[in-house]
């Protein structure tokens, strides 16, 4: 079935340093797609959405960058904090239904 | 604006016995979702419910949970005759439409002994 899977379980990071957190989706029907974060004990939060028109989208310290013809997504991260340890995940949302399908998730640990 | 809330935050339950979760949406939020997330693993979707109606199952386990979403109240997921395997987070979303995406609220951590 579609599928949205990630490349690397775990991400270690020193501090100050950009992070690059991947992911590849396989439902070429999803048009738009989100990360979230999640820390420890706590439900997702929201960091950043894309839909399937633009190739780029930029937020506080975050950029998304989404590339179609390969079906693949990355996270990227300015200077990393400490604050941004956490769990890194990706969901597509296809058009044709409203149900959110998430990876299996990115540790991010950041490093002194 | 509170956000999504999910109470109780932690449950434990015998097994046999019945789980009861609840979900608030934001105000203004007319979706709401379910999942379930098994400790180092991704969100699993469960069921997608609006106002009185239950618009996708399809991650639901056929036997023993069930979903609803009245016109007054929060949403509830309930587990029946619980067994060790249905210890997970979780988790309900809402939004405010099919063109946006999900606040989730904190979850529902069940503990089944």
């Known amino acids: 079935g579609e599928s949205v899977g990630l490349h690397l379980p775990t991400l270690s990071v020193q501090e100050g340093d950009n992070s690059i957190i991947n992911c590849a989706y396989s439902?070429?029907?999803?048009?738009?797609f989100i990360w979230y974060k999640q820390e420890s004990g706590k439900g997702p939060q929201f960091i950043i959405d894309?839909?399937?028109?633009?190739d780029k989208r930029q937020g506080q310290r975050v950029t998304v960058l989404l590339n179609k013809t390969v079906k693949h997504l990355s996270l990227q991260i300015a200077a990393t904090q400490p604050g941004d340890s956490a769990v890194y995940f990706c969901a597509e949302k296809d058009g044709n239904t409203d149900k959110l399908i998430f990876g299996t998730g990115t540790r991010l640990q950041v490093f002194p | 604006n509170a956000g999504v809330m999910q109470n109780p935050r932690h449950l434990v339950r015998r097994r046999g016995q019945e789980a009861r979760l609840r979900c608030s949406p934001m105000k203004g939020h007319s979706h709401v979702y379910w999942y379930r997330q098994l400790p180092e693993e991704g969100l699993k979707f469960m069921v997608y419910l609006q106002k009185e109606n239950i618009i996708d199952e399809s991650g639901m386990p056929k036997e023993r949970f069930s979903a609803e979403f009245p016109k007054e109240g929060p949403s509830i997921l309930r587990i029946q005759q619980v067994v060790r395997g249905d210890s997970a987070a979780y988790f309900c979303?809402?939004?405010?439409?099919?063109?946006?995406?999900?606040?989730f609220g904190s979850g529902t951590r069940l503990t089944v002994v």
């Open positions: 894309i839909r399937s028109n633009m």
């Open positions: 979303a809402s939004s405010p439409g099919q063109q946006y995406g999900y606040t």
């Open positions: 439902n070429s029907a999803s048009d738009y």
